[in-house]
Structures are given as C-alpha cells and as structure tokens.
C-alpha cells in the first residue's frame, strides 16, 4: 500500500527534485544531495499518485526555466513560471510583444506542455519606446511619402527633365532615382536637382542612358 503524503513541506521537496534534473552538472549533484538521503528515497519510493504529478509538473516547470535561461533574447529572471499538468502560466514582465510571444512558444516546445497562460506584461517603460518607435516609424513614413512627391513634382516641372520616366522612391529621406534617361547631362541634372532639395539626406542615381 502507497503511503500518501501531501503536505506542502514533502511536496516541496519533491519539487525541488524534479526542478534540479533540469540544470546540466550543477543540478546532478543537487539531484544527489536531495534524493541520496534516505527519507527521501523512501519518499520517491512511495510515491502517491498526487506525488508524482507533482513531480512531473515540477519536472516540466524546470525545463521550461532552463529554457528561458539559455534564451539571449530573453531575460529569464523577470519571468515566473508554474505548471499544472498540461498547463503553462508565465507571469513576470517583458520589454515588449515580441518577447512575450517568445516565452509562450519557448514553453510550448517543452514536452507535455500543451497550453499556456501568458500572463507576462510588457513593463511600462519599454512599451512608451515601443509607443514611441511606431509613432517615429509612422512619422517617418509620412516625411519619405511627402519627399518623393514633392521631387516627382520638381522632376516633371523641369523642361530639361523627362519625368515621367523616372521612378521615385524614398527611404529614411534618401531619394532613389530609377529609369530611363536620353543623356548623361539629363541624369545628372535630375540627381542634381533632388540633391538640392530640403530634408533630401541623400541621392542613389540609378538612371540609365537609353541606347
């Protein structure tokens, strides 16, 4: 008959334990010091069913750590994880989306992890410079669009130009000049032009010289 013993005090050792398996050579000798002594090994012995749940949830938490540790994109010692059966809950913080989503996957690979409660938050600080990227991202965009239309309206208006053959791209205020050209002092004067325009960074001239 399987001795039943529930108390937090032996479940936690259990824990330990299934935690320690997780951890290379470190976690070997500390396997060694918990399940060598013989209280314990009589323990392990008798394992009750809750036991060894117990056990395995432990297990699968500390692989689920040792993961996030060995992780460089990911600071592990911000984030809490538990496990019931099947079931992953991560709680701690992130500094942004896309470390959150790290974390859940990185769990999810673990073996007997089917589901995962992500309750990680993305701390206030990097989510303002998150914020504040996509505002500078937007803004950015909007300056890149405004050049390039303003330099396809200097182009056509040049009577030494043939604008209507020339692409317009800008990228981070460098303007990007694609197309066809009749000579090479057309191809000039157009990057000219661009060059002299304001919040134009830089020209890359791309024109070709028909024929």
Same mark, same amino acid.
């Given at each position: 008959m399987h001795r039943q013993f529930g108390t937090d005090s032996h479940l936690h050792v259990i824990k330990r334990i299934a935690l320690a398996v997780c951890v290379g050579v470190a976690s070997t000798a500390a396997i060694h010091t918990y399940a060598e002594e013989p209280a314990i090994q009589q323990k392990i012995e008798a394992m009750s069913q809750d036991t060894k749940r117990y056990?395995?949830?432990? +297990?699968?938490?500390?692989? &689920?750590?040792? $993961? +996030? +540790?060995f992780n460089e994109n990911l600071n592990s010692f911000t984030i809490d994880v538990e496990v019931t059966d099947s079931k992953a809950m991560l709680r701690g913080n992130v500094s942004n @989306?896309?470390?959150?989503?790290? $974390?859940e996957e990185i769990a999810l690979s673990v073996a @007997? &992890?089917?589901e995962v409660d992500n309750l990680l938050l993305i701390s206030e600080d990097a989510k303002a410079e998150e914020e504040k990227k996509e505002g500078d991202s937007f803004l950015a965009a909007v300056e890149d669009a405004t050049i390039t239309a303003k330099v396809k309206m200097k182009l056509l208006a040049n009577e030494f130009v043939d604008g209507v053959d020339i692409n317009v791209d800008t990228n981070e205020n460098v303007v990007t000049l694609d197309?066809?050209?009749?000579?090479? $002092?057309?191809?000039?004067l157009a990057?000219? +032009?661009v060059k002299n325009m304001d919040s134009v960074r830089s020209v890359e001239n791309l024109l070709k010289v028909a024929g």
């Open positions: 056990f395995n949830n432990g +297990l699968r938490e500390g692989k &689920i750590e040792t $993961a +996030l +540790l @989306g896309v470390e959150k989503e790290l $974390a @007997g &992890i089917e197309g066809e050209v009749k000579t090479e $002092a057309e191809k000039d990057e000219q +032009l």
